[in-house]
């Protein structure tokens, strides 16, 4: 009998899916492409084909111009060569899937990036049952335990609530943390207007075309700085220690970021305010949902492979690296 899962192939630049001669998540462009989420690192522009979600498509068309694509609905299953292919919620960021491959009785799930928490701006993970779990493992050490998102941000709040003179720049990746940020913030009742630096402001017209609701934002470069004191600013990371950053009053600097458990890295980034607030799952969560699906084999894509493989071990599931480069999760 044939080596379980051995009709996928690792390469370093993505999974291969021989009897679908198609790649997931591919860094090189190629001809058939199936697509877990917009970030940067899965989603490159260039590929003849492209299977993702209508929403993962619309991200790329902001970033890479038209896709050649091919809209998959969550739950809808398609044939690709031998392959049965759906598409499953990841909980990552909007329109972000798990990939569900069936072929020659075994079910393959390469789950892409992931969460287990609540997220209003998109659809929660859905555990699917299978022979081999592909998975990342971005947090993937015990230390890695976030907290409560609310908690996080009434932090946030408060800082804001306790100098009106000042406004807090929340650094926040420009796909899904942005946005995320902003609807945990109107959840906790903030319906003030947020201020946004050009850099995320596609990313959130796009959110609202799709069906979330930002609430009130403004542009900060109409803004007069004294307009933005006691006012929360969202730029990308990079914007943080940049001189646009001078044309704000007196910011208090936050970055929302699983990141930030490590207090090391807020130092080095001149960050006052770390928010733990990650769209990866954490130690827990991964561990979580490897008990629950039980699958035969946990194949790992790429983060801190070599604790959750020992965990495997441990609990008697076969675990394997995968590998694959180009993976960066700072879209944590
Ligand atoms: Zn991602
Ligand atoms: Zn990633």
Redesign the pocket.
């Known amino acids: 009998m044939a080596r379980l899962g051995s009709w996928i192939e690792p390469f370093p630049e993505g999974i291969y899916v021989r009897p679908a001669d198609a790649w997931i998540d591919p860094s090189q462009p190629k001809a058939k492409a199936l697509v877990t989420?917009g970030?940067a690192?899965?989603a490159r522009g260039g590929h003849s084909e492209v299977w993702a979600t209508a929403e993962t498509l619309a991200i790329m068309g902001v970033r890479y111009g038209d896709q050649n694509g091919h809209a998959v609905a969550y739950g809808e299953r398609i044939r690709l060569g031998e392959v049965d292919v759906s598409f499953v919620p990841a909980g990552?960021?909007l329109g972000?899937a798990q990939i569900v491959l069936e072929h020659g009785g075994e079910r393959i799930v390469v789950s892409?990036?992931y969460k287990r928490r609540e997220d209003p701006t998109c659809a929660p993970f859905e555990p699917v049952p299978c022979d081999i779990f592909i998975t990342e493992a971005t947090f993937g050490l015990p230390v890695f335990r976030h907290p409560d998102t609310g908690s996080e941000i009434d932090r946030l709040l408060h800082r804001l609530h306790s100098d009106p003179s000042r406004c807090v720049l929340v650094g926040a990746y420009a796909l899904?943390k942005a946005q995320r940020v902003i609807t945990e913030l109107r959840r906790r009742g903030h319906d003030r207007p947020i201020y946004y630096h050009g850099a995320v402001e596609r990313l959130c017209n796009l959110y609202e075309e799709l069906g979330v609701p930002l609430g009130e934002m403004r542009h900060t470069a109409g803004a007069k700085k004294e307009d933005m004191a006691g006012h929360i600013v969202i730029a990308p990371p990079s914007a943080l220690n940049d001189r646009w950053s001078r044309r704000l009053p007196d910011p208090v600097t936050a970055m929302a970021s699983g990141w930030m458990r490590i207090r090391q890295r807020a130092r080095q980034s001149n960050i006052e305010l770390p928010l733990i607030i990650s769209?990866?799952a954490d130690w827990d969560e991964l561990t979580c949902t490897i008990r629950e699906l039980a699958p035969r084999e946990v194949w790992i894509t790429h983060g801190r492979e070599e604790a959750l493989k020992h965990w495997c071990m441990i609990h008697q599931i076969k675990a394997r690296e995968l590998n694959l480069v180009g993976y960066e999760?700072e879209?944590d």
């Open positions: 989420h970030h690192d899965h990552h960021v972000s892409g990036d899904g769209d990866h999760d879209d």
